[in-house]
């Protein structure tokens, strides 16, 4: 039976046009469907962003990072869940652009989900010093001590964000609701909440399935192509690997849930930093983080930086717009920009 990575080109293409559809309609209404539990639970609309949205947003992600690692590209495997930090900021500026007369820095309003962003920049920075340094394996265990301390540290982060909900050091201040775009108050969801669950669960089943068949198809595109190892074929498989995301925060911008949406992108930082330890698990050629270098350390560093100047943003409130973008997004625009620049110059040689 062939893989999904070897199929014949107008097979390929066609998957992934249903797998494409198929995540779509999974993700704007899994955005719909935890914004109904989370209110139903008492959980924070940032809190539910990062961890059910930005965990089941992620599941494929842990299948095809997983599976590749199995299959002897845990190199690749590294390099897409570490870029990914960065590009998934670059996706809010999509959410900035549908949001009226004001920026998405002015709307987001719980200081737990400032606090997620912070966590996802320290975790980050962890994950640029193993890559730089070299990760060192844990006896004869094939599993590296940065792996894993990185695996426990993003369950630490969640526990801590978790934990803020209960106890905030401190609050927003609140902006004009009518201005920001905010409903007012809502008619409550008439579903009963074992039936949402199922709804939910089922969401989360369609994301994870297509997903994977997105990502593996988009690289049988890119093989049967020529472009794999070429720009074209890491924007097809980019696109692939974040359209779970993109439609989820999409749909959580619709209905005016803000900090759903950025809880969404911050927690499956977290998420994809935490799969960085599966990889390793199904690594049985060394560790995953072992031969990686300068590129993937700088590309960590990116994701920091772009974080940060996000962040900034988040922190400064300003609500006036330039283009339809707040200047958050400008800047996150401008600081990717750069980065992808400097990656440019020292990407490594094909040649081999």
Known sequence: MPSLTDLPIALALGLFALAAVAVWMGGSRLAVYISDLAERFGFSQ??????????????????????AAVTGSADLAVSNLIGAASANIVL????????????????VKSASTLLQGVLGMVLMTGVAVIALLGDREIGGSAIGFGTAGLFAACALAMWRAGRYEDHPGWTVAPTDRRRAGEPQEEAPNPTRTPVLIGKT????????????????????????????????????????????????????????????????????????????????????????????????????????????????????????????????????????????????????????
Request: glycine fraction near 14%; charged fraction near 10%; avoid cysteine.
């Open 46 to 67: 940032g809190f539910a962003g990062m961890l059910f949205l930005g965990g089941i947003t992620s599941l494929p992600e842990i299948a095809t990072a997983g599976s």
């Open 92 to 107: 809010l500026v999509v959410a900035d652009a549908m949001i009226a007369r004001t920026g998405i820095d002015s709307v």
């Open 201 to 352: 669960v089922a969401a989360a089943a369609v994301i994870l399935v297509a997903g994977f068949v997105l990502s593996q198809t988009a690289d049988s595109i890119a093989q049967a192509t020529g472009v794999s190892a070429g720009l074209v074929g890491l924007v097809l498989v980019g696109f692939a690997t974040s359209l779970p995301e993109l439609s989820s925060i999409v749909s959580a911008v619709r209905i005016k849930r803000f900090d759903l949406a950025v809880g969404d992108i911050f927690g499956t930082n977290i998420f994809n930093i935490a799969i960085l330890f599966i990889v390793d698990i199904a690594y049985r050629d060394g560790l995953a983080l072992a031969g990686e270098g300068m590129f993937e350390g700088i590309a960590a560093l990116l994701g920091v930086g772009v974080i940060g100047v996000f962040m900034l943003g988040l922190l400064e409130r300003r609500s006036r717009t330039v283009l339809r973008l707040g200047y958050a997004s400008w800047s996150t625009l401008a600081a990717y920009g750069a980065g992808l620049t400097v990656l440019w110059f020292i990407q490594p040689s094909s040649g081999g």
